[in-house]
């Protein structure tokens, strides 16, 4: 083949690719707009309980406030658990409906799996969320496995709406050892781009509807502990809708 011909088509599938994996256009928020010492915990894959109800405990021990990116289909199963995060004070996020690889589906399946689970947020939060801690046309979103890919990124700037990935991973789905969790995030966390930091963890685990999170809240409870000692302040995403 020409070179020429041979490195053009190189190219043009190397751009392709990084379009689709990296599209230039939307809001992808990484972590907050801040100097502080202030960080953002979140949680994906709940409500599972016991263990969302164990973390809740752990949480309201030290009076801190959350994120949880939730799954529609196990909001629906569990809705006490909602109830009570809710109550709580905490921040629910939408984390799809069905937890599918949401960055290789069509833009229709993308917007449905985005719209289902709004629509469950949106009744609950009107039900049980008197006091309007958190305005429902302000529901955050994150795909699963932080897939925003351009199908994902195409519908989310459709309706304007940033996706809320992170800078800090605990690598709790692949361990359950408190100590590793708890570790991994504390040396992410307290490193000089530490202020600011998103971190994820897992209070469920997307492919094993009983899957258990011990680990994961004894490592909240630690991480909780040596940030606190340190001057960090924790936030749930709404406190800081003007960093992102
Ligand atoms: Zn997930």
Same mark, same amino acid.
């Given at each position: ?11 043009? &599938? !190397?751009?392709?690719?990084? *379009?689709?994996?990296?599209? #230039?256009? =939307?809001?992808?928020? +990484? ?87 709004? &629509? !469950?947020?949106?009744?609950? *939060?009107?039900?049980?969320? #008197?006091? =309007?801690?958190?305005? +429902? ?108």
């Amino acid at each position: 083949m020409n070179p020429i011909i041979s490195v053009v088509g190189t190219l043009t &599938a !190397l751009t392709l690719l990084w *379009l689709f994996f990296r599209p #230039p256009f =939307g809001r992808n928020i +990484v972590h907050l707009n801040t100097n502080q010492r202030i960080v953002a915990l979140t949680y994906d894959d709940g409500p599972n309980p016991p263990y969302t109800e164990r973390l809740l405990d752990v949480l309201a021990k030290h009076n801190v406030k959350v994120t949880f990116f939730m799954i529609g289909n196990r909001i629906e199963k569990h809705p006490e658990t909602v109830n009570r995060v809710i109550a709580e004070g905490h921040q629910i996020g939408n984390h799809s409906y069905s937890h599918p690889l949401l960055g290789f589906l069509l833009p229709p399946s993308v917007r449905r799996e985005i719209e289902r689970t709004d &629509a !469950l947020l949106q009744r609950l *939060l009107r039900s049980e969320n #008197p006091t =309007g801690v958190f305005k +429902v046309d302000e529901i955050v979103f994150r795909a699963p496995m932080l897939t925003r890919f351009l199908p994902v990124a195409w519908v989310l700037a459709k309706g304007d709406r940033a996706h809320i990935s992170c800078n800090v991973w605990s690598w709790d789905w692949t361990t359950q050892n408190p100590d590793k969790i708890s570790k991994t995030v504390l040396k992410k966390t307290l490193s000089s781009t530490g202020a600011g930091s998103i971190i994820v963890l897992h209070d469920g685990k997307a492919e094993n509807k009983n899957a258990n999170r011990s680990g994961t809240v004894e490592a909240t409870d630690r991480i909780i502990t040596a940030l606190k000692q340190d001057g960090y302040q924790f936030v749930r995403l709404s406190d800081a809708s003007h960093q992102l």
